[in-house]
C-alpha cells in the first residue's frame, strides 16, 4: 500500500476513532503506530516506539513546570511571601516605594471601612 492511501485510510480510522468517544491523544498514537508499523515493518516501529517514549520521559524540562508551582504553593501558604514582602517594606520604607506602598494600604483601608471603590479621577490626582 502506498503511503498516501494509508494515511488517508488512517485519517479515516481516526476520525472514527474519535467519533466512538477514544481520546484523541489515544487515537492519533493508535493510528500513527499502526501506519507506522505497516510501513516500516513491525520491530522497527516498536524500537522507534521504546526510543519516544525514553525521550519523552527523560526530559527534565518537563519537571520544572509542576515543581515551580509547588514550590509557590509552599511560598504562599508558609507565609514566606507575606513576610519577605514586609521585609521589603520595612527597609524601604524611607524610599519612594515605601511612600506609594503606604498611600496604597491608606487606601485600601478607606476603602474597607466605608464600603467605596473610589473615584479613579480622584485616586489619580492623589498620585
Known amino acids: 500500500m502506498d503511503p498516501f492511501t494509508l494515511g488517508l485510510v488512517g485519517l479515516v480510522v481516526m476520525v472514527g476513532l474519535i467519533f466512538l468517544g477514544v481520546p484523541?491523544?489515544?487515537?492519533?498514537?493508535?493510528?500513527?503506530?499502526?501506519?507506522?508499523a505497516i510501513l516500516t515493518g513491525l520491530p522497527r516501529s516498536g524500537m522507534q516506539l521504546q526510543l519516544?517514549?525514553?525521550?519523552?520521559?527523560?526530559?527534565?524540562?518537563?519537571?520544572?513546570?509542576?515543581?515551580?508551582?509547588?514550590?509557590g504553593?509552599?511560598?504562599?501558604?508558609?507565609?514566606?511571601?507575606r513576610d519577605m514582602f514586609g521585609?521589603?517594606?520595612?527597609?524601604?520604607?524611607?524610599?519612594?516605594?515605601?511612600?506609594?506602598w503606604r498611600r496604597h494600604r491608606i487606601e485600601?483601608?478607606?476603602?474597607?471601612?466605608?464600603?467605596?471603590?473610589g473615584d479613579a479621577r480622584d485616586a489619580a490626582l492623589r498620585l
Open 87 to 100: 521585609a521589603v517594606y520595612r527597609r524601604g520604607r524611607h524610599r519612594e516605594f515605601g511612600r506609594v
Open 108 to 117: 485600601r483601608r478607606r476603602h474597607r471601612h466605608h464600603g467605596q471603590h
Open 52 to 71: 519516544v517514549v525514553w525521550e519523552m520521559t527523560t526530559n527534565f524540562l518537563l519537571i520544572t513546570v509542576p515543581l515551580f508551582i509547588f514550590m
Open 24 to 36: 484523541i491523544a489515544i487515537s492519533l498514537g493508535v493510528v500513527g503506530l499502526a501506519g507506522n
Open 73 to 81: 504553593q509552599l511560598v504562599f501558604h508558609t507565609g514566606i511571601a
